[in-house]
Every structure is written in C-alpha cells, then in structure tokens.
C-alpha cells in the first residue's frame, strides 16, 4: 500500500528501495523532468543539473544554471527565475563552445550557494564538506 500520509518514514523508504522501477520513476518524475534536464544539454550539463535538483530541488538547480550562463554574458540575458523555456534552452544550447566554461560557473555557482545556506543557518556547517564536494563533481 502508499503511503500518503506526508510522512517520509521507514516503510515509505522500503516501499520505494524495494523496487528499482519505483525508485527510478521517482527520481526521473520528481528531479529529472521538473528540472529540463531531457532537454538537449550536454551530457555533462544534463548530470550537473540533475545532481543539483536532487540536492537543491529543480527550480533552485535552474536558477542556478541560468546564472551560470548569465555569468559568460556581458549582458545577463537571461531571467534567472527557475523557468527554463524554449529562450534558455536555446542559449544554453547555442552556446555550444563555452559548455565547459557554463559547467565549471555552475560548479562554483553551486558552491556559493551552499557556503550562503550555511552563512544562514550555522547549524548546517556539518554538511559544508559533503555539500562543496558535491558542487565541484
């Protein structure tokens, strides 16, 4: 049986690790299509975005993508507000030659945001390590 009682608990846990389809319709329904990433990105940016939207949520891991593709601009043409349209993706994808250049930006784009996370609430400086691992991976 589901449990929807909006308590994530051990057996919700076991009901979905038991499985792999679930699990994976999960993951794929709750991160990977909220956050784009089926869109036509690099096969590194597809990984970065949805490593993010797992850890930060899809709306936040967007964001974080358009300011990291704001930052190889002169002129921040993009709106950073989580909505990746047919605009976004097609200067995301267009800028083809600074791939590497927009995956190493969200690396540090991430990282700054979870050193502001922890700016905020002291209390999640435990995770500070883990945290900026994840962000330069």
Same mark, same amino acid.
């Given at each position: 049986?589901?449990?929807?009682?909006?308590?994530?608990?051990?057996?919700?846990?076991?009901?979905?690790?038991?499985?792999?389809?679930?699990?994976?319709?999960?993951?794929?329904?709750?991160?990977?299509?909220?956050?784009?990433?089926?869109?036509?990105?690099? /096969?590194?940016?597809?990984?970065?975005?949805?490593?993010?939207?797992?850890?930060?949520?899809?709306?936040?891991?967007?964001?974080?993508?358009?300011?990291?593709?704001?930052?190889?601009? #002169?002129?921040?043409?993009?709106? /950073?507000?989580?909505?990746?349209?047919?605009?976004?993706?097609?200067?995301?994808?267009?800028?083809?030659?600074?791939?590497?250049?927009?995956?190493?930006?969200?690396?540090?784009?991430?990282?700054?945001?979870?050193?502001?996370?922890?700016?905020?609430?002291? #209390?999640?400086?435990?995770?500070?390590?883990?945290?900026?691992?994840?962000?330069?991976?």
């Amino acid at each position: 049986a589901v449990h929807h009682d909006g308590d994530v608990d051990q057996a919700d846990l076991l009901l979905v690790t038991s499985d792999p389809t679930r699990l994976s319709k999960l993951y794929f329904d709750t991160f990977w299509i909220p956050s784009g990433c089926q869109r036509r990105y690099s /096969e590194h940016l597809q990984i970065k975005l949805f490593d993010t939207a797992v850890n930060t949520g899809p709306k936040r891991a967007k964001i974080l993508l358009q300011h990291s593709y704001n930052l190889t601009q #002169s002129d921040a043409s993009l709106i /950073e507000d989580g909505a990746i349209g047919s605009a976004s993706v097609a200067a995301i994808n267009a800028a083809v030659t600074r791939d590497h250049l927009i995956l190493m930006l969200y690396r540090g784009v991430q990282a700054k945001f979870y050193k502001a996370l922890i700016a905020g609430d002291a #209390s999640l400086a435990g995770y500070d390590l883990g945290w900026q691992r994840r962000a330069t991976t």
